[in-house]
T-cell receptor, first 115, second 113 residues
Framework: GAVVSQHPSWVICKSGTSVKIECRSL??????MFWYRQFPKQSLMLMAT?????????EQGVEKDKFLINHASLTLSTLTVTSAHPEDSSFYIC???????????FGAGTRLSVL | AQSVAQPEDQVNVAEGNPLTVKCTYS??????LFWYVQYPNRGLQFLLK??????LVKGSYGFEAEFNKSQTSFHLKKPSALVSDSALYFC???????????FGQGTELSVKP
């Protein structure tokens, strides 16, 4: 399956700063990537669908000005959490859809802690 | 609306015993069904999928799942559990090609020696 690299794996930042998370598809050209948020011991919540060369599609209730997504190439999508606050602390995971049967392959996730 | 349910928050099994993690779905149409596993502080790893064909699907690490259309279920099974199988397991469904992946709530599997 596709290999997905996510960086950083862990980030701590001060309230009010912005944090960028990178998601790379290492062996597959991904026109579509997905960004999820996960709270401890809970399921994944789809935040947005990232489309190469065009605007991301955000799920209802997700602030697009707060969570900026850029998908400038077929191998890289970034999620920027702008003016982060403690309530943004969470585990963020990206995925790539590849291969037959709509399989999604996930990055290792980024744990964001906002102080 | 499409949904996936995992009725058990936690499943406890002794090492060497068979394990079952339950999943039921509610969709209109023919679903694409998936199982993923998540280890602590990690992303999800794909285990297996059902698209069409044989109802019994075999996947990674000795896991298998059986698609039951009449019961709208897709339970994950393994004949002999290992301690290393302890993790969080997610069932997921896509209604059709290119659709969104909808996850169940997750089931924490604990395998004790």
């Amino acid at each position: 399956g596709a290999v997905v690299s996510q960086h950083p794996s862990w980030v701590i930042c001060k309230s009010g700063t912005s944090v960028k998370i990178e998601c790379r598809s290492l062996d597959f050209q991904a026109t579509t990537m997905f960004w999820y948020r996960q709270f401890p011991k809970q399921s994944l919540m789809l935040m947005a669908t990232s489309n190469e060369g065009s605007k991301a599609t955000y799920e209802q209730g997700v602030e697009k000005d707060k969570f900026l997504i850029n998908h400038a190439s077929l191998t890289l999508s970034t999620l920027t959490v702008t003016s982060a606050h403690p309530e943004d602390s969470s585990f963020y995971i990206c995925s790539v859809r590849g291969g037959g049967g709509n399989i999604q392959y996930f990055g290792a996730g980024t744990r964001l802690s906002v102080l | 609306a499409q949904s996936v349910a995992q009725p058990e928050d936690q499943v406890n099994v002794a090492e060497g015993n068979p394990l079952t993690v339950k999943c039921t779905y509610s969709v209109s149409g023919n679903p694409y069904l998936f199982w993923y596993v998540q280890y602590p502080n990690r992303g999800l790893q794909f285990l297996l999928k059902y698209i069409t064909g044989d109802n019994l699907v075999k996947g990674s690490y000795g896991f298998e799942a059986e698609f039951n259309k009449s019961q709208t279920s897709f339970h994950l099974k393994k004949p002999s559990a290992l301690v290393s199988d302890s993790a969080l397991y997610f069932c997921a469904v896509i209604l059709n090609q290119g659709g969104k992946l909808i996850f169940g709530q997750g089931t924490e599997l604990s395998v004790k020696p």
